[in-house]
């Protein structure tokens, strides 16, 4: 049984897909819930309602993850409205697709700044809000493990670095009792990488299961590392991706 009641969270990139299933279950568990998001206010203004409909407080924040100033603003307002922060998921992120040698440098950099710099900018401002059990949880990619076809190095480089972020804070945090832990999603169905997408059947053929992730499957593993269940878990990476990279 997780009770996350009274537990205050942000999660960037809340308003579609993977980022809005952890709202709405980290909601459904008993968190008030702040969320981010860079341009789609009417489906962030839904997901709010989600939460609130359970009873929980929410606070959607525009504020795109490629601009430092925005990240702090969003996070200042974000504890500002929930009265400070227990948990932070690092969620939104960018793909991208191409081989090195066709790269384009202003690409690359926005990549780097929205997967990489962005998770280490909310941690760095969060972290004077935490207390002990607080959580930092991110969302890598199976592909930061495993790179199974060509066409998306930059962006399994960006995912592979958040495995070193991981652990690393988990060292800065322990004694603080702040846990930090990385979830590692395979092929799941989002407007990023639809179900019936071009490169779904050959994505569901490198499973185990033979099928792609839900983003209610990944949320849960977020709840579950998010609770009290999961506290001596940390700098650990949790893969949910069908057995992908078994
Ligand atoms: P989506 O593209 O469906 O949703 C992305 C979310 O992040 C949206 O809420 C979007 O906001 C937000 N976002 C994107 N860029 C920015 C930005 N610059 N600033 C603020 N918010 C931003 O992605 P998924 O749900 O598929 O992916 C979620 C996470 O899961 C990502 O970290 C991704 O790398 C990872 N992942 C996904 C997999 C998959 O198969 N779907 C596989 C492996 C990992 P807005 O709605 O305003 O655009």
Do not use: C, W
Not at 33 to 49: C, G, I, L, P
Not at 63 to 74: C, G, M
């Amino acid at each position: 049984m997780i009770d996350l009641s009274g537990k205050r969270a942000l999660v960037t990139g809340g308003s579609r897909g993977i980022g809005a299933a952890i709202v709405e279950a980290l909601a459904e568990n008993g968190a008030d819930v702040a969320f981010t998001y860079q341009s789609s206010s009417e489906k962030a203004s839904a997901v709010a309602r989600s939460v609130e409909s359970r009873g929980r407080r929410a606070v959607a924040i525009q504020a795109d993850s490629a601009d430092p100033q925005a990240i702090a603003r969003a996070v200042e307002d974000a504890v500002a409205a929930l009265g400070g922060l227990d948990i932070l998921v690092n969620n939104a992120a960018i793909g991208h697709s191409g081989n090195i040698a066709d790269l384009n440098l202003d690409d690359y950099q926005t990549l780097m700044d929205v997967n990489v710099r962005a998770p280490v900018l909310f941690a760095k401002a969060v972290i004077p809000h935490l207390r002990d059990g607080g959580r930092i949880i991110t969302i890598g990619s199976a592909l930061g493990e495993r790179v199974p076809f060509p066409g998306v190095t930059p962006y399994a480089m960006s995912k592979a670095a958040l495995t070193s972020f991981t652990r690393g804070l988990s060292r800065e945090l322990g004694p603080s009792g702040i846990t930090v832990n990385l979830v590692q999603p395979g092929a799941t169905d989002t407007d990023a990488n639809p179900a019936d997408g071009t490169a779904a059947d050959f994505q569901r053929s490198l499973t185990s299961l033979g099928r792609f992730g839900e983003p209610k499957e990944i949320a849960n593993a977020v709840v579950f590392l998010a609770s009290s269940a999961a506290s001596v878990i940390t700098g650990a990476t949790l893969t949910a991706d069908g057995g992908a990279i078994a």
